[in-house]
């Protein structure tokens, strides 16, 4: 079983800063693929950026390059892995949830993605 539980989302000003934390937990934690997404009112849900399991590779969506920034911790009982968030505009304002990929894929395929944290909102205000 795999758990994520999201955090560090709240409000911002426009061209403010946030840094979300997704830890995770579970039988070999640090060997998934972790995928940030958010989701905005009445879209669809969609790629933000991921994380390969030895946190060397990443991947990031068109929208947030240059101001997102996505790593991780893979520490003995710390499998953490962070989203920075810089230069904030209203569009980001979404539910942001991480999920993972046990088979270490590197997809910007929600559907690749088995398990999922609950989310955290962020609001980000002109």
């Known amino acids: 079983q795999v758990q994520l539980v999201e955090s560090g989302g709240g409000l911002a000003q426009a061209g403010g800063s946030l840094r979300l934390t997704c830890a995770a937990s579970?039988?070999?934690?640090?060997?998934?693929?972790v995928g940030w997404f958010r989701q905005a009112p009445g879209k669809e849900r969609e790629f933000v950026a991921l994380i390969a399991r030895s946190g060397s590779s990443t991947t990031s969506a068109d929208s947030v390059k240059g101001r997102f920034t996505i790593s991780r911790d893979n520490a003995k009982n710390k499998n953490t892995v962070y989203l920075q968030m810089n230069n904030l505009k209203r569009e980001d304002t979404a539910v942001y949830y991480c999920?993972?990929?046990?088979?270490?894929?590197?997809?910007?395929?929600?559907?690749?993605?088995?398990?999922w944290g609950q989310g955290t909102q962020v609001t980000v205000s002109p």
């Open positions: 999920g993972a990929d046990l088979w270490g894929r590197r997809s910007t395929d929600q559907r690749q993605y088995a398990y």
């Open positions: 579970g039988r070999a934690s640090n060997l998934y693929t």
